[in-house]
């Protein structure tokens, strides 16, 4: 027979688990987004953490409305976070691959043999101060940081560069733009995830199944034998 502390035991692990696997998931998108995490299996496995914790959360809560709603708002939580981890995977794939492809294109530009009056070798200097524009952008997303990759954009011609050098400026120019938008965007997925994260909540189911766990065992010392704070199960 489980008591009232045992439920309320089982409550207060299942709500542990919830802020590890939250913890967790909001360690490893930051991995993610920097690059060094490259696998995205790690975030599956917690969401699935998270619903799993707010399943046994709500087992050992039922029949105790207060405890089952604050559940429910913690499962709406879940269900959020889930949802913000997913657009970040698909949104993140795609700017890493960019990013990729420009340090590539990048170093390939700055390797590539040319003519002391080639054209490419006259516009070096912009396409160095894009790249390091866009590096800065990848640490910081704000208005002016992204105002400046704008205007270094605007700096740069691929007009009268030959057919092979047009080709690279000109993918490297098409990954440009397209971080020019992802990196913002992504950190706004970010922030949003972050912004979701339920403590208050949280807090306030923790103190109610402690006072429910307080109520059981007061009476149990009162009596000489447990008595149930939530509903006893077999």
Known sequence: ???????????????????????????DVLSA???????????????????????????????????????????DLADQQERWTEQFKSRNALLQNSLAYFGLLSARLGEAPRSSNSRLRQDSLPISSLAAAILHLTLDTSPNVAADVDERLGGISIQDLSPGDAAVAGALLAHAQLLRRMLPATD???????????????????????????????????????????????
């Open 188 to 234: 706004s997925v970010l922030r949003s995830l972050f912004a979701a994260s339920g403590d208050r909540d949280q807090e306030a189911v923790r103190n109610l199944i402690l006072a429910r766990k307080f109520t059981a065992e007061t009476a149990a010392k009162r009596v000489g034998a447990p008595e149930a704070a939530l509903p006893a199960r077999s």
């Open 1 to 27: 027979m489980h008591t009232g502390t045992d439920r309320a035991d089982d409550a207060l692990r299942a709500l542990d688990d919830f802020a590890m696997a939250k913890s967790a998931l909001h360690r």
């Open 33 to 75: 987004r920097t690059g060094m995490l490259r696998n995205y299996d790690p975030l599956v496995r917690e969401v699935t953490a998270l619903h799993g914790a707010i399943d046994r959360l709500r087992e050992a809560a039922a029949g105790d409305r207060e405890v089952a709603a604050g559940s429910g708002r913690l499962a």
